[in-house]
């Protein structure tokens, strides 16, 4: 079973930085991509920033500039760094994984290709 885990949130003012980071663990057999979203209060998720492993970053269009996605080394872990942050910043950050993991299945383990998610890390930025 693939596990995600956010940690780094918090509350900073107006101008200020915060460093988010997401690890995966469990029987991955390959992971193709990871990824920020964020929701805010009323609003729909929206992607943040992607990273394809065997690509290269993404940003959404209020990120660019702002915020950089970057892999710890072959690590299972992605971090964001954001600076220069706004209160429009402010939501629920969440790690999106898209993996193929080994899921035991009718007696025997079965690769399969899921999208996973974190449980979310607030972002609060104060004017």
């Known amino acids: 079973q693939v596990q995600v885990v956010e940690s780094g949130g918090g509350l900073v003012q107006a101008g200020g930085s915060l460093r988010l980071s997401c690890t995966a663990s469990?029987?991955?057999?390959?992971?193709?991509?990871m990824d920020w979203y964020r929701q805010a209060p009323g609003k729909q998720r929206e992607l943040v920033a992607s990273?394809?492993?065997?690509?290269?970053?993404n940003y959404a269009d209020s990120v660019k500039g702002r915020f950089t996605i970057s892999r710890d080394g072959g690590r299972k872990t992605i971090n964001l760094q954001m600076d220069s942050l706004r209160p429009e910043d402010t939501a629920v950050y969440y790690c999106?994984?898209?993996?193929?993991?080994?899921?035991?299945?009718?007696?025997?383990?079965?690769?399969?290709?899921?999208?996973?998610w974190g449980q979310g890390t607030q972002v609060t930025v104060s004017s």
């Open positions: 990273l394809d492993f065997r690509g290269g970053p």
């Open positions: 469990g029987i991955t057999v390959n992971i193709y991509s």
């Open positions: 999106h994984v898209d993996a193929t993991a080994r899921e035991f299945d009718r007696g025997q383990y079965i690769p399969k290709r899921r999208d996973y």
